[in-house]
């Protein structure tokens, strides 16, 4: 039924570009109507003097779909984009982490353990806040 349905949508879509030319571009609306129809950005109000144009133009019909695919392709990069930053974003935290527990053992035996625990708080309430925790962590930076 599926593909019933696309080969019918691509037969109107096919008709649609060729069956009604309008080289003069007579009673076409603007370009920025168009463009902004594309978007989503026209309320329905608005399309009502040009509905029965646009399904009898293969021009404003054909610059319509190419807008439609210009937006697609937009929102589809900037999808990609915005998920490549949580990777990398991602990415660091997990390498980061990584090198913080690779130095643990260096650090418990370079500070005493009671050092070490205000380390430890002062890490935990570092990346929880955003900020240090008070004076033990100036004495700490300074032994270290």
């Not at 643990?104 to 070490?116: D, H």
């Not at 205000?118 to 962590?137: C, D, N, P």
């Amino acid at each position: 039924m599926d593909n019933e349905l696309k080969a019918f949508e691509e037969f109107l879509t096919e008709g649609s570009r060729t069956a009604y030319p309008n080289p003069s571009r007579h009673g076409c609306p603007p370009q920025e109507f168009l463009k902004n129809l594309a978007k989503h950005r026209i309320p329905i109000e608005e399309t009502a003097a040009y509905i029965d144009h646009l399904r009898s133009c293969s021009e404003c019909f054909l610059d319509y779909t190419r807008f439609s695919e210009t937006i697609s392709r937009e929102k589809r990069r900037m999808r990609f984009i915005a998920l490549g930053s949580i990777a990398a974003l991602l990415c660091v935290v997990v390498v980061g982490e990584y090198v913080i527990l690779r130095t643990l053992p260096i650090m418990e035996r370079k500070l005493g353990s009671w050092q070490l625990y205000i380390w430890k708080t002062y890490r935990l309430s570092a990346g929880r806040m955003g900020r240090a925790v008070g004076i033990e962590s100036q004495t700490l930076n300074e032994d270290c």
